[in-house]
């Protein structure tokens, strides 16, 4: 990660990424969906727990501006740090597409919300 980077400039090269489809032709639509690694009864969530647990460390997304940790890795090892990422995420993308996106684009965002079975569709000032 750049040194100096907020979650905020994180989340809006990351927008931009996923949106560009729909410059494309015969592109209305993107789905975004989130998987889940903070469950420590998977295999994946047990093996994790185990490689990860003496560099954990959490860091709190309060807005756009909280700074990235110079340290992603270590940041991005623990699952809540994950869940809590893919949350600002969500929440800010639907910001930014409903201001963002042109007459007819959607995007439809899913499992990366509070409550991980929500999903959202957002179009342009809905």
């Known amino acids: 990660m750049e040194s100096g980077l907020t979650f905020g400039e994180l989340a809006t090269k990351y927008f931009q990424i996923i949106t560009a489809p729909l ?13 889940h690694y903070d469950r420590p009864d998977s295999i994946k969530g047990g093996e994790r727990e185990r490689r990860s647990a003496c560099t954990r460390f959490e860091i709190k997304i309060t807005g756009p501006i909280t700074p990235i940790p110079k340290q992603w890795q270590k940041y991005i090892s623990n699952p809540k740090n994950k869940a809590s990422l893919q949350v600002f995420l969500s929440y800010i993308w639907c910001e930014m597409a409903q201001s963002n996106l042109t007459p007819g ?22």
Not at 105 to 126: K, N, Y
């Open 105 to 126: 684009q959607q995007l439809v965002l899913g499992g990366g919300f509070q409550s991980e079975t929500d999903a959202f569709l957002v179009i342009r000032g809905r």
């Open 23 to 35: 410059s494309e032709n015969n592109c209305n639509r993107v789905d975004v969906v989130f998987d």
